[in-house]
Nanobody
Framework: VHLVESGGRLVQAGDSLRLSCAASGDTGSSYGMGWFRQGPGKAREFVAA????????HYADSVKGRFTISRDNAKNTVYLQMNNLKPEDTAAYYCASTMRLLRVSLMDDSVWYDDWGQGTQVTVSS
C-alpha cells in the first residue's frame, strides 16, 4: 500500500488543522490505519488508529478529546482532525497501514504496521 500524507503546515497554538493520508495500490489488504508522530529529538509515538471496516478508533491519551481520526472508504483516505493545537504537537506526522486483524486498542504499536508514508510536518508556534 502506497501512502501519501498532506496538510501539515505552520500554525498558531489553539488553531486547528486537518491532515490527510491517501492510500493507493493494494488497499484491499489494509485492515487499519494509524497516525504516528515524531517530534524533534523525540522517539516516534502513536497518535491515533482506525479500522477501515468498522471505523473503530483508538487514541493516545495526549491527544484524546482534541484529535479525531476518520476515514473515507470510497476515497481510500484517512484524516486526522487536530483541534486546539499545542506547541508540543509539533512533529512530523506519519500515517501507516496494517494488514493484521487486530483489536484497535492494540494498534498503538508501530511494529504491527507494514507500510508508511513519507510524513508531513506540523509546526505549532506559541
Amino acid at each position: 500500500v502506497h501512502l501519501v500524507e498532506s496538510g501539515g503546515r505552520l500554525v498558531q497554538a489553539g488553531d486547528s488543522l486537518r491532515l490527510s493520508c491517501a492510500a493507493s495500490g493494494d488497499t484491499g489488504s489494509s485492515y487499519g490505519m494509524g497516525w504516528f508522530r515524531q517530534g524533534p529529538g523525540k522517539a516516534r509515538e502513536f497518535v491515533a488508529a482506525i479500522t477501515w471496516s468498522e471505523g473503530d478508533t483508538h487514541y493516545a491519551d495526549s491527544v484524546k478529546g482534541r484529535f479525531t481520526i476518520s476515514r473515507d472508504n470510497a476515497k481510500n483516505t484517512v484524516y486526522l482532525q487536530m483541534n486546539n493545537l499545542k506547541p508540543e504537537d509539533t512533529a512530523a506526522y506519519y500515517c501507516a497501514s496494517t494488514m493484521r486483524l487486530l483489536r484497535v486498542s492494540l494498534m498503538d504499536d508501530s511494529v504491527w504496521y507494514d507500510d508508511w508514508g513519507q510524513g508531513t510536518q506540523v509546526t505549532v508556534s506559541s
